[in-house]
């Protein structure tokens, strides 16, 4: 069974980072599954922002915090990170991973994790 956990959020000052985790378990690092980020913002749809490849380490970037995040994996520690930069008080959202066996694109996930909050104030 995949298991998704998300940890590394809080509250954070505007300018400030973040490094989001994703433990992921059921699955080996080698196979070819994606690991996605999204984020729900109050009242807003979850949109998806990043996602990686964790058999090559291929990545690709949505349009929402573009240059102020940086999606990577630890294959050792079957964990996906999302670092966040520059956060404004927009970014403030739950942010969830997500996995799918196939090809890193930002839709059409299978497997969720329960999302971690990241607040920014101004």
């Known amino acids: 069974e995949v298991q998704l956990v998300e940890s590394g959020g809080g509250l954070v000052q505007a300018g400030g980072s973040l490094r989001l985790s994703c433990l992921a378990s059921?699955?080996?690092?080698?196979?070819?599954?994606?690991i996605g980020w999204f984020r729900q913002a109050p009242g807003e749809e979850r949109v998806g922002v990043s996602c990686?490849?964790?058999?090559?380490?291929?990545?690709d970037y949505g349009d929402y915090m573009k240059g102020r995040l940086t999606i990577s994996s630890d294959n050792a520690k079957n964990t996906v990170y999302l670092q966040l930069n520059n956060l404004k008080p927009e970014d403030t959202a739950v942010y969830y991973c997500?996995?799918?066996?196939?090809?890193?694109?930002?839709?059409?996930?299978?497997?969720w994790g329960q999302g971690t909050q990241v607040t920014v104030s101004s």
């Open positions: 990686i490849s964790v058999s090559d380490n291929f990545t």
């Open positions: 059921g699955f080996s690092f080698d196979e070819y599954y994606a």
């Open positions: 997500a996995a799918r066996r196939g090809v890193c694109w930002l839709y059409d996930y299978d497997y």
